[in-house]
């Protein structure tokens, strides 16, 4: 196991690397001028030539790309070009709202979509299972935008029993922190939960057409511990897999998300930089996310040896 661990974060690397050369190249291809919009249209020519040699934007791509490179090997993601701060300090400030914005949508997925894919195994080609495919074909194909709004104009305006936007601290005030957060998470999580259960459903179908079912079955075992015990947690396997797989969804949905919702995260930083080309906050801020995705991913693969004794690395 050791062994293996050590092999897939070395593979992190080369991973880590291709991702901010297509990143570095891709910013560089955005139109518009930077120092526009740090100084603004009425500066002088003089004034962004200065500027340009300054933030190093006159040497070539390549060589701002290694510069970059070696100062995120160091913990250095460089300073906001419209600020001056720290991208370290930047992120470290906005990465909390994010991480229990997905942390939430996560318990959501878990006690939701689970259950719900179980249930309608359990209960297949009946009205249950009719109306949980519906509904999970519904969450599937609305747009998180869509559902945002939805969410915001019956539960935020019409019923008013969430706040419909803003947010609140968790050191601040507890309650009305994860009151803010619910309708995120659940815009967030709905196509989440939705694949979830599907897959739960599908894999449990399949587990149940064992032979070694069949085999708890005519040994006079319960039907709730055949199900729980033995065919769940096979089919489990590929369920993990499906959800880590999702965690990738889960953080682009979170740009349009806090967008919607004015929440202060990574998805709200993220869409801000980039619409004022402040470059080094956009590299910084992907680079983190990526890293989370990748670290999950790798998480979801040491699960699959305590899920499935089978399994051996």
Known sequence: MTAYLIRR???????????????????????????????????????RAALRADLGLDDPVWQQFLDWTGGALTGDLGRSWLTNEEVGSV???????????????IVLTILIGLPAGVIAAVRSRTKTDAVM????????????????????????????VLPPSGYVPFTEDPVQNLLHMVLPAITIGSTIIAVIMRQTRGSLLAALGEDYVRTARASGLARRRIVTVYALRNAVVPVVTVAALQIGALMSATVVTEAVFTVPGMGTLIVNAIFSRDLPVVQGAVLVVVVFVLLVNLLADLLYARLDPRITY
């Open 133 to 160: 495919t519906t509904v999970s074909v519904f969450a599937l194909s609305t747009p998180h935008f869509y559902l945002a709004a939805l969410l915001i104009l019956v539960f935020g305006l019409w019923l008013r």
């Open 9 to 47: 974060l070395a593979q992190l690397v080369p991973v880590l690397l291709v991702v901010s050369m297509i990143l570095f190249a891709l910013l560089r291809l955005l139109p518009g001028d930077p120092t526009t919009e740090i100084l603004g249209q009425e500066a002088s020519e003089a004034d």
């Open 91 to 105: 992120i470290a400030d906005r990465l909390p709202a994010t991480v229990e914005l997905g942390l939430i949508a």
